[in-house]
């Protein structure tokens, strides 16, 4: 079964392109089956960009999915055009009433910040609460992963002296898990970041188990079961040319950027880069999206009574 869009959203045509299932309203409606109803809080500047990839990965499973995009709802975005911003999302206010199976955090490039000093702090920790009544699961990526364990937990990020950029290979740590289920031993996953976030803090919480990690750049996949809950800190979801671009933008903007680890052929940034962690990321957010369809209550009123 496809994810069902907006026709007139730019990502209909270019999943629909690349052979992925979407469906219109109109086709949905035909369909005797409840959709799953998964949210993406999109706090990204190219929001556009941000759609797309995660469109793409939970657009691909055999279930029927019912994307909302999710705003701030003070929050006003500078690299995406208002009428995107009026079409396309609801603020956070607009949906705060309604049940979702699953919801999705992306991360947002202001790590720099202390959590607090974020203009909409105060709000996205009432999504973090709202989602233990309003979300059967919940998936943080990078900074929003990050904040969600600070305002549950009070776990900091750690600043970093050089920015963790490039492919790096990570260790399956616990293959039984449903969420890693056909992963590979070890697989190679895009990061891109100044924080990190320290195992041994991890440790001395029982509720988190870390699934993925790396030698070189520390725990990605983080289950909390009881909050049903994961926190992955690097991006799966990115496209094959994503690190380059920022490298670019960096390059173009005269930053002191080192050149993304283990990503360009030969370490020739005139190369193209091969994509190495489509197949895992397709895996891991069709292994979400599958077991939230086997334990979600069928009628998502009952999300968040028990």
């Known amino acids: 079964m496809p994810i069902k869009l907006p026709e007139n959203l730019p990502a209909f045509n270019i999943l629909k392109n690349e052979g992925v299932s979407v469906l219109g309203d109109v086709q949905a409606s035909r369909q005797d089956i409840r959709p799953l109803r998964i949210a993406l809080l999109n706090l990204m500047p190219k929001k556009i960009q941000t759609e797309n990839q995660f469109s793409r990965l939970i657009g691909s499973t055999p279930?029927?999915?019912?994307?909302?995009?999710?705003?701030m709802s003070e929050h006003k975005t500078k690299n995406t055009a208002a009428t995107h911003m009026q079409e396309f999302y609801k603020s956070f206010l607009e949906i705060k009433n309604e049940k979702f199976d699953g919801l999705i955090i992306t991360g947002a490039p202001i790590e720099h910040l202390n959590y607090e000093e974020v203009s909409y702090w105060d709000e996205l920790c009432e999504v973090f609460d709202w989602s233990q009544t309003n979300v059967f699961s919940t998936i943080g990526v990078c900074w929003g992963g990050m904040a969600m364990m600070y305002h549950s937990h009070g776990i900091n990020k750690h600043m970093l002296n050089k920015k963790f950029f490039g492919c790096f290979r990570h260790q399956n740590l616990l293959p039984s898990?449903?969420?890693?289920?056909g992963f590979s031993d070890d697989c190679i996953i895009p990061v891109s970041r100044w924080t990190e976030m320290k195992q041994f803090e991890l440790d001395q919480q029982s509720e988190f188990k870390t699934l993925l990690a790396s030698k070189d750049v520390g725990p990605c996949l983080v289950e909390n079961k009881k909050r049903r809950s994961l926190y992955i800190f690097n991006h799966l979801e990115y496209d094959s040319l994503t690190l380059k671009e920022e490298y670019d933008r960096d390059m173009l903007n005269s930053k002191i950027v080192s050149m993304p680890v283990n990503y360009f052929p030969d370490d020739n940034p005139n190369k193209v880069p091969s994509n190495r962690w489509r197949s895992h990321a397709h895996l891991l957010y069709g292994n979400w999206i599958n077991e939230i369809y086997q334990t979600t209550p069928y009628n998502i009123d009952n999300v968040g009574q028990n």
């Not at 898990?177 to 289920?181: A, I, N």
């Open 63 to 71: 279930l029927q999915i019912e994307l909302s995009l999710i705003r």
């Open 177 to 181: 898990s449903p969420y890693l289920r």
